[in-house]
C-alpha cells in the first residue's frame, strides 16, 4: 500500500480508503448492505493487514447506525487509523436539523463523536454546499471545533469548482482553517470532474478523495454486453449515480476486460488501478458488502497500470468539453495546454 499527503496538510493517508456505506443496513442503505458489527470487524481487519489507514463515514449513512456499527468495529484500533466522517444532511426533523450552519455543524459533530465512540475526528466532511449558510459561518464553526480539540482537519464533498475556491479564499481573508481535501465521484465512467474540480485541486492544493470508483458496481465486471442483470447488485435496487451512456459503459468494460485478462487481475481492479493514476488523487474509497469482495478490490494496490494502459482507457471513457474549456482549447491552446492526466 503507497500512502500520500492529503492536500497541502501533513496527513498522509492510504491510496485506497475503507467507505462504510455498507455498515448498518437501515433505510434506504439497506440496498447498500447489511454488515454489522462482528462482519465489520473482519473487514477492518482486512483494511489494517492490507495497509489502509483511512476509514470514511457519514451521519447520513443508515441515519447514524454506519458510525456505530463502524465505532464499535474500530475498538482499540481508533488510535491507528485516520477517521473521516462528514455532516449536511437531516437525520431528524424540525429546524436547524440540515445544512452548514453553525449549530447543526457543532451539533452533529457531537451526535458523530458519541456513536463513533472516540473524542476527535481526524477529518470533518461537509457532505454537501450550504447556499443559505454564509460561509464565514461555516469555516468559523469548524476552526472552533479544531482549536476545540474536536476535529484535526476538515474537507468538503460534493462542491462545485467556484465553490471550493471560494471556501478557500474565505479562509484565507478569515486566517482560519481551510479545507484539505474534496471528496469527489471519480471513476471512469464519471470523468467531469477534470473540468473543474480536479484543476482547482491541482492548483489550490486540494487532495481529492474519489467516491464510487467502480460507480456503484457498473465497472465491476457485474455488467456486461449483451448480458443480463447480475443476480446480486446494489443497482437491482437503486438508480445509476449519474446520467450513463449504455453503449459508452460497455465500451469501457470491454476495454477493462482485456487489460484484466492480460493481467490475470478483475476488472473491478483495473478500473480502481486506473482512478489511483490520476492527477491530484490521493485516496480512492472502496467499499464492500463482503470479504471476497473487499479483498479483491484492496488488491489494486498491489500492482500499476502501464501508461500506455491508462492512455488507453483515457481515450474509450473520454467525454467532450464544456465551454468554456472547449473554447480555451481551441483556439487559445499555446496559453491553455491540456492538463495531463497520468500520475
Request: glycine share 10%; hydrophobic share 40%; charged share 25%.
Amino acid at each position: 500500500m503507497d500512502y500520500r499527503f492529503l492536500g497541502a496538510s501533513g496527513l498522509q493517508v492510504s491510496t485506497f480508503s475503507f467507505g462504510t456505506m455498507t455498515l448498518g443496513g437501515e433505510g434506504r442503505f439497506a440496498a447498500m448492505g447489511n454488515v454489522q458489527v462482528e462482519e465489520a470487524r473482519r473487514l477492518v481487519e482486512i483494511c489494517l493487514d492490507a495497509g489502509v489507514n483511512l476509514f470514511d463515514t457519514a451521519d447520513i449513512y443508515s441515519n447514524g447506525r454506519s458510525e456505530e456499527v463502524l465505532g464499535r468495529a474500530l475498538g482499540t484500533h481508533r488510535k491507528e487509523i485516520v477517521l473521516a466522517t462528514k455532516v449536511f444532511n437531516r437525520l431528524d426533523p424540525g429546524t436547524n436539523k440540515a445544512g452548514l450552519s453553525r449549530r447543526h455543524i457543532v451539533e452533529g459533530c457531537e451526535d458523530s463523536l458519541r456513536r463513533l465512540e472516540t473524542d476527535y475526528i481526524d477529518i470533518y466532511q461537509s457532505h454537501g454546499f450550504d447556499s443559505y449558510t454564509p460561509l464565514e459561518e461555516t469555516l468559523r464553526a469548524y476552526d472552533d471545533l479544531i482549536r476545540a480539540g474536536k476535529v484535526r482537519y476538515i474537507g468538503c464533498s460534493n462542491y462545485a469548482g467556484w465553490q471550493v475556491m471560494k471556501a478557500l479564499a474565505t479562509s484565507e481573508r478569515l486566517g482560519i482553517s481551510r479545507y484539505i481535501s474534496q471528496q469527489i465521484n471519480y471513476s471512469l465512467l464519471a470523468r467531469d470532474a477534470e473540468h473543474e474540480l480536479v484543476p482547482v485541486g491541482l492548483d489550490q492544493d486540494v487532495g481529492i478523495m474519489a467516491w464510487s470508483p467502480l460507480q456503484a458496481g457498473l465497472l465491476s465486471g457485474k455488467f456486461r454486453r449483451d448480458a443480463g442483470k447480475p443476480a446480486e447488485s446494489r443497482l437491482n435496487a437503486l438508480d445509476a449515480p449519474g446520467n450513463i451512456d449504455q453503449e459508452r459503459l460497455y465500451d469501457i468494460v470491454d476495454a477493462l476486460g482485456v487489460i484484466a485478462q492480460g493481467r490475470g487481475v478483475s476488472i473491478a481492479q483495473v478500473a480502481l488501478n486506473w482512478v489511483t493514476r490520476k492527477p491530484g488523487v490521493d485516496t480512492v474509497i472502496i467499499g464492500a458488502r463482503n470479504e471476497v469482495q473487499l479483498k479483491d478490490n484492496l488488491a489494486a494496490a498491489t500492482w500499476k497500470l502501464s501508461n500506455e494502459e491508462v492512455e488507453r482507457l483515457d481515450q474509450v471513457s473520454s467525454i467532450a468539453l464544456p465551454y468554456p474549456l472547449w473554447h480555451q482549447q481551441k483556439f487559445g491552446a499555446e496559453r491553455n495546454p491540456p492538463a495531463k492526466h497520468v500520475r
